[in-house]
Structure formats: C-alpha cells, structure tokens
C-alpha cells in the first residue's frame, strides 16, 4: 500500500514538474516574440539618474492632471487610460511610469519616496511639463502626493485620489507580509505563471484587444520586480516623515472603493474618511467596486472630477508667472 502511494505521489509530483517546465519554456518564448511590442513606447522617454523614464503627456487645457500608479501595476499609461480617455478633451493629461514599470527602467537599490519624488519632478522637467498638477494617486502613491503637497505646496493644486492609501492605512497592513508576499510574486512571474493571470478578461477597463496584449506583455516581463519591493520597504519611513508636518491644505477629492483587493477591507473605508476630517477642503465619494476605482467606475469619476476641478481657483503655471513679473520688472526699471 505503501508502495503504491508512493508512486502515486511520484507521479503527481512529475506531472507537476513538467506542467511548470511546460509554462516557463511557453513564457520564454512569449517574451521573446514580444519584445517587438516595446520598441515604441507609449510615452516619451527622459533621463534621470542615468536611466530611462517614461512620461504620457496628451490633451490640453489650463489645467494639468498628473496620474500616479498603486504599487505593482505593470502598465500606468494602459491602467488609467479608461479614465483619461474622457478627460482628455478638457485637460492636460500626464502618466509618469517610476523606475520598475511600465516602459520605464526596472531599477536596483533604495526606493524612498523622497527619490521617487525626486525623480518624478525631474522627469516632468525634463518631459516639459510644468505645474501646478492636479496630482492623482492610486494607492500607495497616496504618500508621494501628500509628500509633494508638503514640500512644494506651490506645485499642487489639488489632490484627486483614487481609493488612496493614506499612512493610516499602513496600521493596517502587515508590511514585512507584503514584502514576503511580493518576494514570491516575483518568482511566480519568473517563472511564468503571472502571465495567465492577465487574460483579457482580467484586464479591466475599455482597453482594446491590442492594448490588453501589450498589458499581459509588459506585466509578463517586469511585474513585481525589485523596484517595486523595495518601494513597499520605504512605506513605513515615508508615513514616519508625513506624520512630522501638518496635512498639506490642498482642495481634496477621494474616491473610496469597498476594499476589495485591498487585503484589508475593515478599515479600509474609515483610514481615507479620517484623513478627509483634518482638511479644510475636502470630499469623499465612496464606490461600490474593488481597489482599481478608476478601471470599473471611470465614467461617473470623469463627471466628478471635471465638477471638481471647475470650482478650484486658477493659479498661472510658474514659469510663466515669473516671466511676467520679471518683465514687468525690467519695463518699471527702463522706464526710471
């Protein structure tokens, strides 16, 4: 009998080997019939810190709405895409893809979200693009954008956040589990698995069939890479620097999802509703759909923000403002 469960268990495990062998050789060989898809960039490509990153910048309009990802999503230009389609037409609209996704460089050592920042606002520089912003933030990025409204109140006309994690949510998490978590992500990408998981029926939005493909592409070949761990590695010391300031006055809309796909649903709602209280300016839209607001609800999120953003005041973008106070300068200096 014993034999015989022996055997069994050999079998299995055997089949097993060779199902995983089967999706890793299928993977390699997807990945390389793919590399093609990453020849043009769906956004312009700029230089910081000796490495490439790329920034989508379409529409016009006074005002600049710049979308930054959750951690972990494989493409930010095709993620909100659902969403800006519809907002293109009133307003300028900007992807910035950090190190480790997208078309951007998958990069090594520290994540802080003083660097991300940092780079960030470079590469906005670099891309020609100026504030004010009207920065909008999927999940984690929720910390970069309090950070930048901290340290350059002057470049943030207000926040838009999509089913934010504020640092009130991180009590919520187990953060060394996430690390572990993505740690074995990352493996199953290696090794292949990833890739079914980005079927075009698990890709949300209106994205078309071309665009899915390109998603499970660059998801297939960078999803949860080193970049990515290591920004979850910073989040407790980036909550630590924003607890040390005051929360930044700046007009506020959230967008609250039901905590679905957030791995912490109880308390998920109450940690964004009470960062809202210690604002001035602030609105909280609650939605019955998971943490990926933007791909389910991207209509009536459109209609609310292009409410929102007609009431906020219009403040002229920086460089031009100085421009005309410097001349306005150099007429009054002529003129004596």
């Not at 740690?183 to 079927?199: D, E, L, P, S, W």
């Amino acid at each position: 009998m014993k034999k015989k469960t022996g055997k069994i268990f050999l079998i299995i495990l055997a089949l097993i080997i060779v199902i995983l062998l089967g999706i890793f050789i299928y993977n390699r060989i997807m990945l390389k019939l793919e590399e093609p898809l990453f020849n043009e960039p769906l956004g312009q490509m700029v230089e910081v810190d000796g490495h490439q990153m790329c920034v989508h910048v379409e529409g016009e309009g006074d005002r600049t709405i710049v979308f930054l990802s959750g951690s972990g999503t494989a493409s930010p230009i095709l993620d909100f895409k659902s969403l800006y389609d519809l907002l293109k037409d009133d307003y300028r609209i900007v992807v910035v893809e950090k190190f480790g996704y997208g078309f951007s460089d998958v990069v090594d050592g520290e994540r802080s979200f003083d660097t991300i920042l940092r780079q960030d606002r470079e590469a906005l520089s670099k891309a020609g693009v100026e504030g004010p912003y009207v920065l909008c933030p999927h999940s984690m990025s929720a910390l970069e954008a309090i950070l930048w409204a901290q340290e350059y109140s002057k470049e943030v006309d207000a926040i838009i956040g999509m089913d934010m994690a504020v640092p009130e949510a991180y009590k919520l998490f187990d953060l060394e589990g996430s690390v572990r978590y993505e740690k074995f992500a990352a493996v199953m990408r290696k090794m292949g698995i990833v890739r079914f998981f980005y079927h075009d029926g698990n890709i949300p939005g209106n994205l078309t069939k071309e665009e899915k493909k390109l998603y499970r592409a660059i998801a297939s070949k960078i999803a949860v890479n080193d970049a990515i761990i290591n920004e979850t590695k910073a989040v407790q010391d980036a909550c630590d620097k924003i607890a040390e300031n005051p929360k930044p006055q700046v007009p506020t809309l959230l967008f609250v999802s039901n905590g679905e796909g957030t791995g912490v649903k109880d308390g998920w709602q109450d940690a964004q509703k009470e960062y809202a209280n210690g604002l001035r300016d602030a609105k909280v839209i609650e939605l019955e759909c998971s943490h990926y607001v933007h791909d389910f609800e991207y209509e009536s999120i459109s209609q609310e923000m292009k409410s929102f953003i007609s009431n906020l005041k219009i403040r002229p973008k920086h460089t031009v403002y100085r421009k005309f106070i410097l001349r306005q300068i150099y007429i009054i200096a002529k003129q004596r």
